[in-house]
């Protein structure tokens, strides 16, 4: 259904240049919609970066949002990834999350880590910092399974995507 809010991946590439991320920023402020997750970093070609964003609309909205991306002269292509059929998308998601690890506690955090696939990066008398990677909900579940009582500070990336097989998003 057209009315009907969704969560929308889309990746632009636009030129690396000074001001460019702020007007792509600008053109959904100006329009009162929410950006959720925002990343943004050169591609393989220093001149050219590629910014990934999710954002909660209707599918009339998204249509409308990647129509005037079109129209920045900054930006040289759009996809909506969310658009892929099938789930032919690829997200995921860094996080980095610093817990309290005491006494038998720190045996509990560190299969709980291994389990989710997770990395102890940083490690301190009685902390730990984790790094996992994953799908959000992958995310949420690694936070609930430890805890939020133990949890001091959680640092997430905001979500990433590529499409899945031979499409790309290229020039």
């Known amino acids: 259904m057209a009315n009907q809010q969704h969560k929308h991946l889309i990746s632009v ?21 929410n950006i959720d997750t925002l990343n943004v970093a050169a591609t393989d070609d220093p001149t050219i970066s590629r910014l990934t964003l999710t954002t909660i609309t209707t599918n009339d909205k998204i249509e409308q949002i990647t ?12 996809q909506n990834l969310s658009e892929l059929s099938d789930g032919k998308q690829i997200e995921r998601e860094l996080m980095l999350v610093k817990v309290r690890a005491t006494g038998s506690g720190r045996e509990e955090i560190k299969r ?31 936070i609930d399974v430890i805890g939020r009582d ?15 097989g031979e499409r790309t998003l290229s020039l």
């Open 112 to 142: 709980s880590a291994d389990i989710f696939r997770a990395q102890i990066v940083d490690v301190g008398p009685n902390i730990y910092t984790i790094l996992i990677t994953g799908d959000a909900a992958k995310l949420d579940g690694f």
């Open 67 to 78: 129509k005037q991306l079109h129209k920045l002269i900054e930006v040289v292509k759009v």
């Open 150 to 164: 133990k949890i001091l500070e959680v640092v997430r990336s905001g979500v990433i995507g590529i499409a899945r």
């Open 13 to 33: 590439l636009m030129e690396n240049e000074a001001g460019s991320l702020s007007r792509v920023v600008g053109l959904f402020s100006q329009r009162g919609y």
